[in-house]
């Protein structure tokens, strides 16, 4: 028994390429070996590669242009799925729509991310009073009802754009990755390697930002693409609600957003339901992915 | 446990203490005071008399005897009033109270009908294919967005099959208190309540799915078929009494996803809730309105986050740390 496990060690130190692969490459072994996960990446890429290149064969001043001759058109071969109310075509509009709220949700994501990152680290790896300050602050901010305090933001900001849009949601949506982030720098803290660097006089944000970030980096991106969806979600939510971003920034709930008309909803199903088919699968195939590259971040959960 | 108790409970003073204070600064903030909304629609105001109702009305006083009284007004049952309907807003939102209330115990109750079942057969039968089946239903919900889910569900159910009404809570030929108004008040609730229970569920399902994976390999669960136990009661009374409680202590912690969803789900089904009428009172701009809701919204979260911790404290003893 004894000596297979011997056996099997030496093995594994004679074959590093397969131990000591990098994140990015077992996150991509982890994919390649689930199939929901691969047809996940497949369809996302295909969906971001249209949505991406498409818009620089589409002429924007044509798509938003009113034209009262084609009101609400079936889909047909000059127009894919159709027109709306202004006679402007769907299609055009959809990947516009799904350009703009993946870009946002992108965005978002990444600075609330870095915002949670931030707090977190400071929290965790100071410890003692700063943390429990910052801890009991963040006890308050989670308890706050966010998607009100959003909406009253949206409204009561003097100058609304994007930039602002994305701001409000930053802001307000940081709160679980700080607290997350917290919990697992204040556990390496303890370990000797950030010991011994602040024996050696390195300065505190270089131990943060350069030792512990770094052994933090799997939980970080594990927790960014589960949250990408869900952030997706509320802002096209937002935005069915009529308090997302402006007209003249379309997204897939400005599409969505027609279907609280009764008429448009029952019988013209072309302006709506392709959108929000595609905010499903794009929230579907985010969330495979991202269960996928959390079992990579954690040696015990992988597949491969 | 009392000091516990005692400890949660002290904690919920400064926060709701500190949400007031940011929901008047933010009501502040926002276009249009008391006097603006009462002069509305007449011209005749002239600015000397605008700024002596001001003053009457104490808008020119320090910040803090202005939130002192405001705050007292508001825990006496006075949130002013409100300028688009022209009443008082504990009137308005205590017609609108009832709805919202409904709504949200049908939700939960029937998120819970769903969830317990479903995630005791994924626990028991692991790795089977009824497990794999509610685990897929699992990743639906927690990836669907709410009202993308609740329009296709208004959509099927109610435009294409037409089983259902397509909005409001009750028919208006009903009669008040009569067995039609109950049934038709019943028949409304039917899509929202679906709508928002079928994505509630995953919280659920998942801890219980796990928790009952974890306990069923544990020391006691096998001297307990080690001593010829039926199957069936090592889950009732072995398994599930530690797994079960702990869901009794989340209920609170639901408060949070209940108001964010009755947003959408009562702006979608036009029903007359707490939710529709902060979307309207936002579009009106009807302020006072939109700060007593968030609010009440806000202690409803604290104080359910209370209570769960509390239960959830006297369900497991661990979490009664000093």
């Given at each position: 028994?004894?000596?297979?496990?011997?056996?099997?060690?030496?093995?594994?130190?004679?074959?590093?390429?397969?131990?000591?692969?990098?994140?990015?490459?077992?996150?991509?072994?982890?994919?390649?070996?689930?199939?929901?996960?691969?047809?996940?990446?497949?369809l996302?890429?295909t969906i971001l590669v249209v949505t991406f290149v498409a818009p620089l064969f589409i002429d924007m001043v044509e798509v938003s242009r009113i034209n009262l001759s084609q009101i609400y058109e079936s889909p047909s071969w000059s127009h894919w799925l159709g027109t709306d109310k202004g006679g402007r075509d769907v299609f055009a509009q959809l990947v516009i729509g799904a350009r703009n709220s993946i870009?946002?949700?992108?965005?978002?994501?990444?600075?609330?991310?870095?915002?949670?990152?931030?707090?977190?680290?400071?929290?965790?790896?100071?410890?003692?009073?700063?943390?429990?300050?910052?801890?009991?602050?963040?006890?308050?901010?989670?308890?706050?009802?966010?998607?009100?305090?959003?909406?009253?933001?949206?409204?009561?900001?003097?100058?609304?754009?994007?930039?602002?849009?994305?701001?409000?949601?930053?802001?307000?949506?940081?709160?679980?990755?700080?607290?997350?982030?917290?919990?697992?720098?204040?556990?390496?803290?303890?370990?000797?390697?950030?010991?011994?660097?602040?024996?050696?006089?390195?300065?505190?944000?270089?131990?943060?930002?350069?030792?512990?970030?770094?052994?933090?980096?799997?939980?970080?991106?594990?927790?960014?693409?589960?949250?990408?969806?869900?952030?997706?979600?509320?802002?096209t939510?937002?935005t069915f609600?009529?308090?997302?971003l402006?007209e003249s920034t379309p997204s897939l709930g400005t599409l969505i957003s027609y279907a609280k008309n009764p008429d448009v909803m029952e019988s013209k199903w072309w302006v709506w339901l392709p959108a929000s088919m595609l905010i499903l699968v794009v929230?579907?195939?985010?969330?495979?992915?991202?269960?996928?590259?959390?079992?990579?971040?954690?040696?015990?959960?992988?597949?491969? | 446990?009392?000091?516990?108790?005692?400890?949660?409970?002290?904690?919920?003073?400064?926060?709701?203490?500190?949400?007031?204070?940011?929901?008047?600064?933010?009501?502040?903030?926002?276009?249009?005071?008391?006097?603006?909304?009462?002069?509305?629609?007449?011209?005749?105001?002239?600015?000397?008399?605008?700024?002596?109702?001001?003053?009457?009305?104490?808008?020119?006083?320090?910040?803090?005897?202005?939130?002192?009284?405001?705050?007292?007004?508001?825990?006496?049952?006075?949130?002013?009033?409100?300028?688009?309907?022209?009443?008082?807003?504990?009137?308005?939102?205590?017609?609108?109270?009832?709805?919202?209330?409904?709504?949200?115990?049908?939700?939960?109750?029937?998120?819970?009908?769903?969830?317990?079942?479903?995630?005791?057969?994924?626990?028991?039968?692991?790795?089977?294919?009824?497990?794999?089946?509610?685990?897929?239903?699992?990743?639906?919900?927690?990836?669907?967005?709410?009202?993308?889910?609740?329009l296709l569900?208004?959509f099927?159910?109610?435009f294409y099959?037409?089983?259902?009404?397509?909005?409001?809570?009750?028919?208006?030929?009903?009669?008040?208190?009569?067995?039609?108004?109950?049934?038709?008040?019943?028949?409304?609730?039917?899509?929202?309540?679906?709508?928002?229970?079928?994505?509630?569920?995953?919280?659920?399902?998942?801890?219980?799915?796990?928790?009952?994976?974890?306990?069923?390999?544990?020391?006691?669960?096998?001297?307990?078929?080690?001593?010829?136990?039926?199957?069936?009661?090592?889950?009732?009374?072995?398994?599930?009494?530690?797994?079960?409680?702990?869901?009794?202590?989340?209920?609170?912690?639901?408060?949070?996803?209940?108001?964010?969803?009755?947003?959408?789900?009562?702006?979608?089904?036009?029903?007359?809730?707490?939710?529709?009428?902060?979307?309207?009172?936002?579009?009106?701009?009807?302020?006072?309105?939109?700060?007593?809701?968030?609010?009440?919204?806000?202690?409803?979260?604290?104080?359910?986050?209370?209570?769960?911790?509390?239960?959830?404290?006297?369900?497991?003893?661990?979490?009664?740390?000093?």
């Amino acid at each position: 028994m004894k000596t297979v496990e011997y056996m099997k060690e030496a093995e594994r130190s004679a074959a590093p390429e397969k131990d000591n692969l990098s994140f990015g490459k077992t996150v991509w072994r982890e994919i390649h070996h689930d199939r929901t996960a691969y047809v996940s990446f497949l369809l996302l890429t295909t969906i971001l590669v249209v949505t991406f290149v498409a818009p620089l064969f589409i002429d924007m001043v044509e798509v938003s242009r009113i034209n009262l001759s084609q009101i609400y058109e079936s889909p047909s071969w000059s127009h894919w799925l159709g027109t709306d109310k202004g006679g402007r075509d769907v299609f055009a509009q959809l990947v516009i729509g799904a350009r703009n709220s993946i870009t946002i949700g992108v965005a978002i994501t990444l600075i609330a991310g870095a915002l949670g990152l931030m707090v977190g680290l400071v929290a965790g790896y100071f410890g003692g009073v700063i943390d429990f300050v910052i801890m009991r602050v963040l006890d308050f901010l989670m308890v706050l009802p966010t998607l009100m305090f959003i909406i009253v933001f949206v409204v009561i900001v003097p100058e609304f754009n994007i930039w602002a849009f994305v701001g409000i949601m930053s802001v307000l949506l940081w709160f679980s990755k700080a607290r997350l982030i917290r919990s697992k720098a204040l556990a390496e803290r303890e370990l000797d390697y950030v010991n011994a660097s602040k024996t050696v006089g390195t300065p505190h944000w270089k131990i943060m930002l350069f030792q512990v970030f770094p052994n933090l980096s799997s939980l970080v991106v594990v927790n960014m693409t589960l949250t990408l969806a869900g952030n997706i979600g509320i802002e096209t939510g937002l935005t069915f609600l009529g308090f997302g971003l402006p007209e003249s920034t379309p997204s897939l709930g400005t599409l969505i957003s027609y279907a609280k008309n009764p008429d448009v909803m029952e019988s013209k199903w072309w302006v709506w339901l392709p959108a929000s088919m595609l905010i499903l699968v794009v929230m579907l195939c985010i969330n495979f992915l991202g269960q996928a590259v959390k079992r990579a971040a954690d040696a015990r959960q992988r597949v491969a | 446990m009392l000091t516990f108790i005692m400890r949660r409970m002290a904690i919920m003073i400064p926060q709701l203490l500190l949400l007031s204070l940011i929901i008047f600064v933010l009501a502040k903030a926002m276009p249009g005071d008391a006097v603006s909304g009462a002069i509305q629609g007449n011209p005749d105001v002239s600015a000397e008399q605008l700024e002596e109702i001001r003053g009457k009305m104490g808008l020119n006083d320090p910040w803090y005897t202005q939130y002192s009284r405001w705050l007292g007004d508001f825990v006496q049952g006075d949130m002013g009033m409100s300028y688009v309907h022209q009443q008082p807003v504990t009137t308005l939102l205590a017609g609108r109270l009832g709805n919202t209330f409904l709504l949200s115990l049908a939700t939960l109750i029937v998120s819970y009908l769903i969830a317990i079942p479903l995630g005791i057969i994924a626990g028991r039968w692991h790795q089977s294919w009824a497990d794999k089946l509610i685990v897929g239903y699992n990743y639906f919900s927690i990836a669907t967005p709410l009202f993308v889910f609740a329009l296709l569900v208004l959509f099927v159910f109610g435009f294409y099959f037409n089983w259902f009404p397509l909005g409001g809570s009750v028919d208006i030929q009903a009669e008040g208190g009569s067995w039609e108004y109950v049934v038709s008040k019943a028949h409304h609730l039917v899509l929202p309540t679906l709508s928002g229970a079928l994505l509630a569920t995953a919280g659920t399902i998942q801890y219980l799915r796990n928790d009952i994976i974890e306990t069923k390999l544990k020391d006691f669960v096998k001297t307990a078929r080690a001593k010829g136990i039926p199957e069936r009661r090592v889950y009732t009374d072995h398994i599930l009494r530690n797994s079960l409680l702990p869901i009794a202590a989340f209920l609170g912690y639901e408060i949070t996803l209940l108001i964010s969803g009755s947003i959408f789900i009562e702006s979608i089904y036009s029903y007359p809730g707490l939710g529709q009428l902060f979307v309207q009172s936002i579009s009106t701009r009807d302020f006072t309105v939109v700060s007593a809701l968030v609010m009440i919204s806000g202690a409803a979260v604290i104080v359910g986050t209370m209570l769960s911790d509390i239960i959830l404290s006297i369900v497991d003893p661990r979490i009664r740390i000093e």
